[in-house]
């Protein structure tokens, strides 16, 4: 069956789809210029189920949940739901620990960094600037044989766990589930975890971007790697449609106020803002797709992108825990240098999982 939306004009429709629906999701009562973020999303579960104690940001947040469902659901029709995995998997879980520290020093993933610069958030470019170089140094170990290892198909049942993860991540939402007095699940007060459009519109929303990308295969980073590597201009199409999207939208809701000073839910240390999403950059590239594509990929029982997409969970728990997230105020104490681990990691991993390059 023919799959428009793998086409030009599909991809564009769907990054003009995700530019309208992440301004409308700040406007409905998402934090602002962060309508969709999958690294903050992830963070406000993490906290939800009580991997950090930051009280400001927990949240069971319903996007993420619908993204992986709805690439779920779309996979079983389309008759794209192909359990594998079994690739470098501690590795990968490596990756999304250091792809999440990376972005919290930033405060953003590759979808809000385009976000922010949408809604007028000048600091949005240096990390952007960062990203890009973070890409442009994992396509440097792609040209010369890095790879994880092959995933090995897997039994059926192994592509429903992680959905099944997330359906009962949506039930604990709903029925506001309190293990113990005072315990998980915790839900912020103030902050931006207090700060949620409707479930329902949060869900579907969740719903059609996670299906919408499962058959273009929307991804951000992938985007950028593939005009530096192979000058293929298809995934990037759709990126800036979700760029000029969301700019327009923002005007239309009065949500775009531009400068570098007091942006929300970001700050202005730019040399942190970068490295932050050097790292991040990188890390995708390694690990084979942005925080939004893994979770696409594990919705359709890609269990090595699941494991990455735990990985980034629990990485918010360790960014919070440990000092090394940001805040509005700046780059947290330990932040950088767990930056600079990080990116010491990566580039010991780049360089170690190479294959042989034939001669």
Known sequence: MLNFFASRTGIIVVGAVIGILAPLLQYMGNPPNMGICVACMERDIAGAIGLHRADVVQYIRPEIIGFVLGSFFISLIAKEQKPRGGSSPLIRFFLGIFAMIGALVFLGCPWRALLRLAG???????????????????????????????????????????????????LLLVFRVQFFEGGPIFFSLKGPGSMHAPIF?????????GALAQRSRFCTMGAIR???????????????????????????????????ENQPIAHTNHVWNFFGMTLSGLAFVLAGGCPGRQL??????????GIFAMGMIVGAGVAHNFALASSPKGAAAFGPPAVVFGLIFCLIVGFTMREKMST
Do not use: C
């Open 201 to 209: 519109i949060s869900i579907s929303a969740g719903l059609i971007v």
């Open 296 to 305: 696409f990929l594990a919705g359709e029982g890609d269990m090595d992108a």
């Open 226 to 260: 593939d005009v530096v590597l192979i000058r293929d201009f298809h995934l990037i199409s759709g990126v800036g449609a979700l760029l000029v999207t969301a700019f327009a939208v923002n005007l239309i809701l009065g949500q775009f106020h531009p400068g570098f």
């Open 120 to 170: 007028g958030d000048g600091n949005a470019i240096l990390g952007l600037a960062g990203l890009i170089t973070g890409i442009i140094m994992g396509v440097f170990f792609l040209k010369n044989g890095y790879s994880l290892g092959r995933s090995y198909p897997q039994k059926p049942a192994n592509g429903w766990v992680f959905p099944a993860f997330m359906a009962g991540l949506f």
